[in-house]
């Protein structure tokens, strides 16, 4: 079992940036798919990030791509989201989660374990 711990959430005005990271315990985090996600109050959770078991590859939905980037440092057991140029249509609760295989995953359901969530706010 892996527990994730987010944080690096906040407050920042529109066209700012912040980083966000997950921790990772219990297990090597270069054993899993990663992903990050969103959820908005009143949206479904949404798919922002996903870097493959390998570490070589990384996929986006367009909403994000070219502002967010996903990234993993092994020796911390961590990753990492950076986000820039945010706009108020970022703001949710950013989860990170692992899923168990070596392919592409993008729907919440093929992964196992998720964070507690860190809240990411822009303001306009």
């Known amino acids: 079992q892996v527990q994730l711990v987010e944080s690096g959430g906040g407050l920042v005005q529109a066209g700012g940036s912040l980083r966000l990271s997950c921790a990772a315990s219990g297990r090597t985090l270069s054993s899993y798919a990663m992903g990050w996600f969103r959820q908005a109050p009143g949206k479904e959770r949404e798919f922002v990030a996903h870097m493959t078991r390998s570490g070589s590859n990384t996929y986006y939905p367009d909403s994000v791509k070219g502002r967010f980037t996903i990234s993993r440092i092994n020796s911390k057991n961590t990753v990492y989201l950076q986000m820039n140029s945010l706009k108020p249509e970022d703001t949710a609760v950013y989860y990170c989660?692992?899923?168990?295989?070596?392919?592409?995953?993008?729907?919440?359901?093929?992964?196992?374990?998720w964070g507690q969530g860190t809240q990411v706010t822009v303001s306009s």
């Open positions: 989660a692992t899923a168990v295989g070596s392919g592409y995953y993008s729907r919440p359901a093929e992964y196992s374990y």
